[in-house]
């Protein structure tokens, strides 16, 4: 038996129930393996007193230490994030944290490697907490944690140095994979994981209908994604002057939000552009059906989870040249892969809408993409660090 600690910063909460959701499948996956258990820590991130009870803090400071998430036995100790800092304490003080949970939790859960599903703070404090615990530690690179915390200062170097002592790496794309070697970290220790999906949630249906069923009678475009610059929502935004008739409704929220819905108004398009806030994941899946692309204009991404659901859902996706791009988007029933400018997406999204591919031709593209694949792969990768580990001694 194969026990598991999963170490995430990333992690749906009862405040949250979406954020980090593809952790979530993921560890669910691994956890309904015969030959592996799996326990939890999600550590949270809180200022001091009385920014803990003010905004987006004050739900995460009142959740519950420890508890069942969905099947899952969760821990959630809280750090000290002190703001300012641009994060230069966050993983000192994320390993403090831990320790006094994986000090008891050993005692009943005799863990046998730690899988940080985070570069930082989670794979630099996973780093010393495998030293002091004598396990094996994997890093699982997501896209904004490298291309993020990577760029600043107070963090880089913390960053490189754990992806060079860590056992084993992985990356959600091959694009990631190159970004993380040219930081420093040794290749061949990365191994490319990509995203599940659940193939059963996320599939086709009579178009047509789901549209009907939203109020919808012309052609709908999609984006899926937090209202953050990042994004690039304001792209597909301004694609759609060009093109009449089309509706974009956008699914996330974020502080960009008063700039997207000023934007929407300057251009005249409230009418035709909807921002949904935050939606369920399920309700997602209805959203996905219905669309007749999913258009996400990020000017960074390592292997958007959006993306794949869009194809398996039969929707093609229209995607600039970043991260994990070129792996999902390797043919025109997948949808295109375009410059990241509003005028090469309305060219894209026009010519989807006049010659769509098959619905079942675009969700063939990503049927290997199961999560059943993924959790087969990440159970024999952390064994194989298990068992080189054990060989060394």
């Known amino acids: 038996m194969l026990r598991v600690l999963v170490l995430s910063t990333l992690f749906p909460d009862a405040s949250r129930p979406n954020f980090g959701i593809f952790v979530e499948r993921q ?33 995460l400071s009142v959740l519950p230490t420890r508890e069942q998430w969905n099947g899952l036995q969760v821990h959630r100790p809280t750090f000290l994030n002190l703001p300012g800092t641009s994060g230069r304490f966050h993983a000192a003080a994320l390993a403090r944290a831990v320790t006094p949970v994986l000090d008891r939790l050993r005692d009943e859960f005799p863990f046998d490697v730690i899988a940080a599903e985070f570069f930082f703070p989670d794979g630099v404090a996973a780093v010393a907490l495998g030293k002091r615990y004598g396990v094996p530690v994997s890093i699982k690179a997501r896209g904004s944690d490298i291309h993020r915390w990577s760029k600043m200062r107070a963090t880089r170097g913390q960053i490189v140095r754990a992806g060079q002592a860590a056992d084993g790496l992985l990356a959600v794309s091959e694009g990631l994979r190159d970004d993380m070697a040219a930081l420093g970290m040794p290749r061949e220790r990365i191994t490319c994981l990509v995203t599940g999906v659940d193939l059963s949630r996320f599939s086709p249906v009579d178009r047509p209908a789901a549209k009907a069923k939203l109020g919808i009678s012309g052609p709908l475009v999609l984006s899926i994604g937090a209202l953050i ?103 025109h029933q997948a949808g295109r892969i375009v410059p990241r400018d509003a005028a090469h997406f309305a060219v894209a999204i026009q010519d989807l809408i006049a010659t769509p591919p098959s619905a079942a031709a675009t969700r063939a593209t990503v049927e290997p993409f199961t999560w059943e ?21």
């Open 229 to 331: 610059p990042l994004k690039g929502h304001e792209i597909v935004i301004d694609a759609l002057v060009s093109l009449p008739g089309v509706s974009l409704w956008i699914a996330g929220e974020g502080p960009h939000r008063p700039y997207l819905a000023r934007k929407i108004a300057r251009l005249g398009l409230g009418n035709r552009v909807r921002l949904l806030g935050a939606v369920p994941h399920n309700v997602v899946a209805d959203l996905l059906a219905a669309a007749d692309v999913m258009a996400l204009a990020s000017e960074r991404e390592g292997l958007a989870n959006a993306w794949v659901e869009a194809l398996a859902s039969g929707t093609p996706v229209i995607i600039p040249d970043v991260g994990g791009a070129r792996q999902v988007v390797r043919t």
């Open 373 to 393: 694949a993924n959790s087969s792969t990440l159970s024999d990768f952390l064994q194989h660090l298990v068992n080189q580990r054990s060989s060394k001694r």
């Open 27 to 59: 560890t669910h996956a691994l956890a309904a393996r015969d030959d592996v258990e799996v326990r939890v820590v999600s550590p949270r991130g809180i200022p001091p007193w009385p920014l803990s009870r003010l905004g987006r803090y004050a739900p």
